[in-house]
Each structure stands twice: as structure tokens, then as C-alpha cells.
């Protein structure tokens, strides 16, 4: 079945780097855009960015902007996301989300269960 | 950036309810408006697209209106399972934002 499985989590020090995987598996990762979106605990959703299907087109949000690079490796169906200078506010669970459809638009569905990214001194 | 406001923050009604959840937009985001459920320690989960189109293996209970700012998520009458945390988003432009959720609780 459809599956995203996110690693890469954990406590890491203010200002300093961390990078998030997304294992996909049971679909055809290369036909799809795919996502980075973040809950804070306790918090609501924040979109983070956007990667096309075949990496060409990419987008981020205003706050991790210049900080964060989303990129893909088709062959390998892994999704990344390199996060730089990090701060106490980027403290949450990361979640990777496919778009149900192939060139529908920003539509998540699956969604991975998460990977917890802790910054703190 | 388009906000999304849901209302209530919280909502508590008994199975067997019709729930009626609010999402209104700072702007048009024509019918580009998506509902997400969430279960404590779960990752969402997709219910409706595109205003009105239910995701593959939602049940028909649940449903979707509206139409530029102003959209609503019923659901026609709760089962147990259904009190969560709901979500809109909208696909309209970039950045896509989502609302800030409103709570389903069993009163």
C-alpha cells in the first residue's frame, strides 16, 4: 500500500543543521509533487514547501525561506529536506504529504506519521 | 498570504448530532478548499477537495459546501470515531496556509 515514512528527528542546538528524510513506497514517487508540512506541539498546520515531480519547481514558506531546501532523489523514491539555522521556533513534528493526484495541485493525501525535530540549547 | 478562520474553536455535541464546521478566507480561494481530519497522535487525514469532493473511502456522512470565502465541512450524524480535530486548507495560491482547526468533542 500507499507508504511515507519519515526519519531524520531529533534534539539539535540552535543555529545548527539537521536533515529530514521521507521513504516513499506502493506508488509511482516520480509522477508526484510532493510536500513538507509542520505541526508544532500542540499547535495547527504549516505548510513548508514544495517539490515537483521532477525537482524543477520548488516552493517554500516565507518562514524557513533561504533556510530550508526541499530536493528529491527519484531513484532512491526519498524525499528530503535540509534544514539549516535552525531555531527554537522550528521545533515540530514534520509530516511529508503527497498530492493525491498527479498534477491536481496541493491536495495532501497520504500523509507520513511524522518525525519530531526538537531545537534547543 | 490568504487566512483562513474556522469556527467555532470547539464544538461539542453528542453522537448521532449533525455537526456543521466553518472556514472562511481573508480572500477568494474560488472552490480551492480542502478538510483534514486529525486524531490525537495520528497524521491528518484527507476528507474533502476541492470544496465538495470526497476523498476515496470517506464516508458519505461527511460533506462539503460553499464557495469563494466562505465554506462549511457537516457531518450529517456523528459517530464515536468522528470526534477529532478538523482543518481546512486552500490550494488557491502559493503560500498554501490551512486554518488554525477547530475541535469536535463528545459534550
Known amino acids: 500500500q500507499v507508504q511515507l515514512v519519515e526519519s531524520g528527528g531529533g534534539v539539535v542546538q540552535p543555529g545548527r543543521s539537521l536533515r529530514l528524510s521521507c521513504a516513499a513506497s506502493g506508488f509511482s514517487f516520480s509522477s508526484y509533487a510532493m510536500h513538507w508540512v509542520r505541526q508544532a506541539p500542540g499547535k495547527g498546520l504549516e505548510w513548508m514547501a514544495v517539490?515537483?515531480?521532477?525537482?524543477?519547481?520548488?516552493y517554500y514558506a516565507d518562514s524557513v525561506k533561504a533556510r530550508f531546501t526541499i530536493s528529491r532523489d527519484n531513484s532512491k523514491n526519498t524525499l528530503y529536506l535540509q534544514m539549516n539555522s535552525l531555531r527554537d521556533e522550528d521545533t515540530a513534528v514534520y509530516h511529508c504529504?503527497?498530492?493525491?493526484?498527479?498534477?491536481?495541485?496541493?491536495?495532501?493525501?497520504?500523509w507520513g506519521q511524522g518525525t519530531l525535530v526538537t531545537v534547543s540549547s | 498570504e490568504i487566512v483562513l478562520t474556522q469556527s467555532p474553536a470547539t464544538l461539542s455535541l453528542s453522537p448521532g448530532e449533525r455537526a456543521a464546521l466553518s472556514c472562511r478566507a481573508s480572500?477568494?480561494?474560488?472552490?480551492?478548499l480542502a478538510w483534514y481530519q486529525q486524531k490525537a497522535g495520528q497524521a491528518p487525514r484527507l476528507l474533502i477537495y476541492?470544496?465538495?469532493n470526497r476523498a476515496t473511502g470517506v464516508p458519505a456522512r461527511f460533506s462539503g459546501s460553499g464557495s469563494g470565502t466562505d465554506f462549511t465541512l457537516t457531518i450529517s450524524s456523528l459517530e464515536p470515531e468522528d470526534f477529532a480535530v478538523y482543518y481546512c486548507?486552500?490550494?488557491?495560491?502559493?503560500?498554501?496556509?490551512f486554518g488554525q482547526g477547530t475541535r469536535l468533542e463528545i459534550k
Open positions: 517539490i515537483s515531480y521532477d525537482g524543477n519547481i520548488k
Open positions: 476541492d470544496t465538495s
Open positions: 480572500q477568494t480561494v474560488n472552490n480551492y
Open positions: 504529504a503527497r498530492e493525491v493526484k498527479p498534477l491536481l495541485g496541493p491536495v495532501f493525501d497520504p
Open positions: 486548507q486552500h490550494r488557491a495560491n502559493w503560500p498554501i496556509t
